[in-house]
């Protein structure tokens, strides 16, 4: 089955403590992409990448990292977390960036809670 | 700055009636726009979208229409089922295509 999964779906974590939210798609696509979705903000682009090892930065980047050294996975890393990343994270994938008619495949989303 | 606005947080309509969800957007370069459907503790997933190049795009029971002078695209559900309920996002793709831009999405309520 077609799918992107993300890992875990939950998490409470306290400030400062390092975490890492895994991505994965088994779709063989190129490009991939993190959002968060926030009330009264809709989902926002954090970071996306163009193929492995091309990453780049979206909206809201601050407080983030991402690596992509294989094509199926793309981790979002929080070094510090700080209560404002309390948010609703989803992964997305395409086969191709920028292609109209491209559709972009969500991962169930991971609610992460930061005390 | 949000630069796709949906402004009615909510809708309610009844079964077998007819649903409208709104959405405007700021630059006229836009070209390209998609409808979201997301239901609770999952992703959201890809409905139904529209080029400039169109003013309507119709997949069964969605109906996407473009008002390229106003600004304004608008997803019509026709007839609207119980299980269309769930939260509508319009999105516009951004960034020499690089990014899907979201609105603050609307929440659908079909009641029987």
């Known amino acids: 089955e077609a799918q992107v999964t993300q890992n875990p779906r939950y998490l409470i974590t306290v400030t400062g403590k390092k975490l890492t939210v895994t991505c994965s798609q088994n779709?063989?696509?190129?490009?991939m992409s993190w959002y968060r979705q926030d009330p009264g903000l809709g989902l926002r682009q954090i970071y996306y990448?163009?193929?492995?090892?091309?990453?780049d930065k979206g909206d809201v980047p601050e407080g983030y990292k991402v690596s992509r050294k294989e094509k199926r996975n793309f981790p979002l890393i929080l070094e510090s977390p700080s209560p404002n990343q309390t948010s609703l994270y989803f992964c997305?994938?395409?086969?191709?960036?920028?292609?109209?008619?491209?559709?972009?495949?969500f991962g169930p989303g991971t609610r992460l809670t930061v005390l | 700055d949000q630069q796709v606005k949906q402004n009615s947080p909510s809708l309610s309509v009844q079964e077998g009636r007819i649903s409208i969800l709104n959405c405007d957007y700021t630059?006229?370069?836009?070209?390209?726009f998609l409808w979201y459907k997301k239901y609770p503790a999952e992703g959201p997933t890809f409905l139904i979208s529209?080029?400039?190049?169109?003013d309507k795009n119709e997949d069964g029971r969605f109906t996407v229409f473009l008002n390229k002078s106003a600004k304004h695209l608008s997803l019509h559900i026709v007839p609207s089922q119980p299980g269309d309920s769930a939260v509508y996002f319009c999105?516009?793709?951004?960034?020499?295509?690089?990014?899907?831009?979201f609105g603050t999405g609307t929440q659908l309520k079909v009641e029987l």
């Open positions: 990448s163009m193929n492995v090892e091309v990453t």
């Open positions: 997305a994938s395409s086969l191709l960036a920028g292609g109209q008619g491209d559709t972009q495949y």
């Open positions: 529209i080029s400039s190049i169109k």
């Open positions: 999105a516009t793709l951004t960034g020499g295509g690089n990014k899907l831009t």
């Open positions: 630059n006229s370069m836009f070209d390209y």
């Open positions: 779709m063989n696509h190129e490009y």
